[in-house]
C-alpha cells in the first residue's frame, strides 16, 4: 500500500477514489483481496482523512457523488468482485440541457462538478483522431475521452459536430468494442458514467 492511497474520505469515500484501496481502508476486504459490494450515493458536503487497516485516506471538500463499501459476504451478496447499488440521491433525473461549449479532442471526461442526471451539449471541433483512453459500449466511464467516445458511440465523426452527454451512476461493468474505426476497452465497476444523444 502506498504512503498515502488516492483514496479520499472515511466511510463515505469520493467516487473517483480507487474502489480497491478504499475497500481496505473501510475493512471491506483485507489487503489481499475479496468481493465487495459498493454503494453510490449523493453529494457530501466534505471527506475527512484517516488512517485505517494499512491504509492512510486524504480529506477533500465537497463531492457531488459518493460511495460506501461493504465486504459481499457480509451482505450475502454473491457474484463479481465488485457490484454496485444506487441510494435515491444519486438516481438521474430530468435536466435541462447545459452548454458546455466547444471541447477539444483531448478532453478526458467533464469537469468534476457535472452531478449525475446532468445534461450537457458539447461540439468537438473538426479535425479530430482516436485520443485513445476510452472504456465501454453505449455507456462509457466518466473518464473516457470525450470527443473519441461520441465517435464510437455514433453521434459524431472526426468532422467533429455537436452532442448531449449525459452523466448518469456507473454500470457494475463496462465492455469494450471496435466501432466507426475505434477500438474501446473494458473495464470493471467505474461509479459514474456518460451516454451520449444526438443534439436536436
Known amino acids: 500500500m502506498p504512503p498515502i492511497a488516492p483514496v479520499w474520505g472515511a466511510t463515505q469515500y469520493t467516487t473517483d477514489s480507487f474502489t480497491c484501496y478504499a475497500a481496505v481502508h473501510a475493512g471491506a476486504i483485507p489487503a489481499s483481496g475479496g468481493e465487495i459490494l459498493v454503494t453510490i450515493g449523493g453529494p457530501v458536503q466534505s471527506f475527512v482523512a484517516t488512517s485505517q487497516n494499512g491504509v492512510q485516506s486524504a480529506s477533500f471538500g465537497r463531492w457531488d457523488t459518493h460511495m460506501t463499501i461493504a465486504s459481499a459476504s457480509s451482505t450475502g451478496s454473491t457474484g463479481g468482485q465488485r457490484q454496485v447499488e444506487y441510494d435515491a440521491s444519486s438516481r438521474p433525473s430530468a435536466s435541462e440541457v447545459e452548454d458546455g461549449g466547444t471541447i477539444p479532442w483531448s478532453s478526458r471526461g467533464l469537469p468534476s462538478t457535472r452531478k449525475i442526471g446532468s445534461r450537457v451539449k458539447v461540439t468537438c471541433p473538426p479535425g479530430g483522431r ?36 449525459t452523466i448518469i451512476a456507473g454500470p457494475p461493468s463496462y465492455r469494450g468494442s471496435t466501432r466507426n474505426g475505434i477500438t474501446t476497452a473494458d473495464y470493471s465497476a467505474y461509479p459514474v458514467a456518460m451516454v451520449f444523444s444526438r443534439a436536436p
Open 130 to 165: 482516436d485520443m485513445g483512453w476510452t472504456y465501454g459500449t453505449d455507456t462509457y466511464t466518466s473518464d473516457s475521452m470525450v470527443c473519441t467516445a461520441a465517435v464510437h458511440a455514433g453521434v459524431i465523426g472526426y468532422g467533429g459536430g455537436t452532442f448531449i452527454v
